[in-house]
């Protein structure tokens, strides 16, 4: 006697379900589509959300694919705005080009290693492993222990490029995934030598983790030094549109770069631009 | 009718549960798909080594990792869970047994992340002391060890309590000691419970992710010892997945196929195993 009940209930259920699936589903009024780099999607799609909640009826969709996926779909129009994480070329004129932070790779080593800077071809050198012990670079007489990013991640493209070294040419004793990984590997060993965004570095060496930031060829690596464009190991993160941007796209751009995404910039260890 | 609907209800449950199942395996074979049409599949054995964005796929040295951590996790923890187990029941002073039990609850309660974390903060800088650089497979094997062992205790517990009392009873009215019990009677007539835990535990062991990332190096070789570090099948998924396009995003689904088949070969194994058991 109780059942009929009960299938009213689940009945109840399944239609709940149904329409929780249908919700979604209703067309926003406004839309925006961004494609491109896979290290601004991450950041851009916190902008995006903080949009829509500030913009009713407005839907932003944040694609990746690559600096130069961003590039072809911004020229054919088909999206709204492109991300490329790198300085624009020269024959790259066309497109309108704004820089919403910067990013900066900085090597790091344990606090207690004694070595302050290195240059450019030591790094290389204990990179490809023809350096294996820390007193060639004027260090203690200790094993170097490499560690090197996963493949695909902006930071490690950023370090190859600059670098001008293939990642088959690595001899990595470590690898890791994010930022965070990496400083805890290098705080964990006094003989560790890494690389990760300066700014994720900064915040950690401030709650005193124990590793620090050494200067590269002599250039001291801080946040103040990437915002000044000293810093070698460093590029801009823009976003990019085919023409003068219009509309909503012009809104999303100067939002973008507004004081009010700071916190969202810093929360990813970027460095924003605008100093005000 | 209330039996019909319970039926339907179950029914319905099953046939979702499967359904998801052969779903997850259909869109890893249709996300795989266009690599593999690409890439022959012997190059995922044959090819120099593991960089993706320089077009070399080889995919066995995460398969030996992942089989070598996980082994190496099981021959420790096997022996180590059922000697739990049997303490708890056998040996153990009542209250000890109750707290021992206890902790070994929390234990299989701690997430992996927090294994990982400890292992990285703590292990790895003993071991990296020990012989450099620390982050290792002998790491992963501990790490793993403590993530199974309560998997296995719990089961052969509850196996070794589901033997009915007659059993033990009529053991010791034979006149055998506590181990003659234990080892005559007690253990074969739980041996398909442990087997089943032991196959689980082995299932965790070599999906396993977050911890074994965070502590075994990742770096993509065959290990000759066991400081070197290694790299297994899904902490490959996780590290490079978040970033990875195209053809990189394909070989990234064949690396869950092949952690998938070996799944699955696993339990084919315990269903053979214990099909034996009963014949």
Known sequence: MFSSKRSAFWIAILVLIGFACLVPGVAAAQKLVLTGSSTIAPLVGEFARRFESLNQGVRVDVQTGGSSRGMNDTRNKIANIGMVSRAMKANESDLHAFTIALDGVGIILHINNPVTSLSKQQVIDIYSGKITNWQAVGGKNARITVVNKAEGRSTLELFLAYFGMKNSAIKPHIIIGDNQQGIKTIAGNVNAIGYVSIGAAEHAAGYRVPIKLIALDGHEASVANVRNGSFPLSRPLNLITASIPQGLTKDFITFSRSQQVHDLIEAQYFVPVSDD | ?279
């Not at chain 2, 096997?78 to 021992?100: D, K, Q, R, T, W």
């Not at chain 2, 590290?239 to 195209?246: S, V």
């Open chain 2, 1 to 279: 009718m209330t039996d019909r609907l319970l039926r339907w209800v179950l029914r319905i449950g099953a046939i979702t549960s499967a359904l998801i199942m052969l779903l997850i395996l259909f869109f890893l074979l249709l996300e795989s798909w266009p690599a593999l049409q690409q890439i022959t599949l012997t190059r995922f054995f044959t090819d120099p080594s593991w960089h993706p964005l320089e077009a070399a796929y080889n995919l066995l040295p995460m398969l030996s990792g992942t089989l070598y951590a996980s082994i190496g996790a099981l021959l420790l923890a096997i022996p180590l869970g059922i000697a739990s187990a049997l303490f708890i029941v056998y040996y153990a002073p009542p209250h000890l047994a109750l707290l021992y039990q206890r902790l070994i609850e929390l234990l299989a309660g701690i997430p992996s992340v927090v294994f990982g974390f400890w292992g990285l903060i703590t292990l790895v800088p003993l071991i990296n002391q020990l012989h450099p650089p620390g982050a290792s497979l002998l790491a992963g094997i501990l790490i793993l060890t403590l993530m199974i062992l309560p998997t296995i205790t719990l089961t052969a517990h509850a196996a070794l309590l589901a033997v009915p009392d007659e059993f033990q009873r009529g053991a010791v009215a034979l006149g055998l000691s506590r181990w003659g019990v234990i080892r005559g009677v007690m253990l074969p007539a739980a041996r398909t419970g442990i087997v089943a835990g032991i196959i689980l535990a082995a299932g965790r062991a070599i999906g396993e992710t977050m911890a074994v990332l965070m502590v075994t190096g990742n770096v993509v070789q065959h290990a000759t010892s066991l400081y070197d570090p290694i790299r297994t099948l899904a902490a490959n998924i996780a590290l490079e997945m978040a970033y990875a396009m195209g053809d990189h995003r394909g070989v990234l689904f064949v690396s869950g196929l092949l952690l998938m088949l070996l799944v699955m070969l696993l339990s084919g194994m315990a269903a053979t195993l214990s099909n034996k058991h009963h014949a």
